[in-house]
Nanobody, 124 residues
């Protein structure tokens, strides 16, 4: 019954924006730390952003810092990833993941729950 569902992906031109959503069911996200990850074809999954359960701590990969913003809405049981000034190298399947534990924020193997992913394609 525990489920995370990503949405909001699509095709955008370089410099464009998308807002991804990660909606939880079966548990409440306000008790969990959330990470956003992405995986491009032929490449390993990499961490993109992180938000603590309280929302008090956020973090970003250097490659997206200043362009992406993570946020949460407890009332909607949803975490968002606002992506601005998108680049072709941002093209990937984006996943959200959740954990109750304090872990290295971009250690994907330490997260307990994962969504199915949403495709983001940045191309002219």
């Amino acid at each position: 019954q525990v489920q995370l569902v990503e949405s909001g992906g699509g095709l955008v031109q370089p410099g464009g924006s998308l807002k991804l959503s990660c909606a939880a069911s079966g548990f409440t996200l306000d008790s969990y730390h959330i990470g956003w990850f992405r995986q491009a074809p032929g490449k390993e999954r990499e961490g993109v952003s992180y938000i603590s359960s309280s929302g008090g701590t956020t973090a970003y990969a250097d490659s997206v810092k200043g362009r992406f913003t993570i946020s949460g809405d407890n009332a909607k049981n949803t975490v968002y990833l606002q992506m601005n000034n998108l680049k072709p190298e941002d093209t990937a399947v984006y996943y959200c993941a959740a954990t109750l534990r304090i872990i290295p924020i971009f250690a994907s193997g330490e997260y307990d729950y994962w969504g199915q992913g949403t495709q983001v394609t940045v191309s002219s």
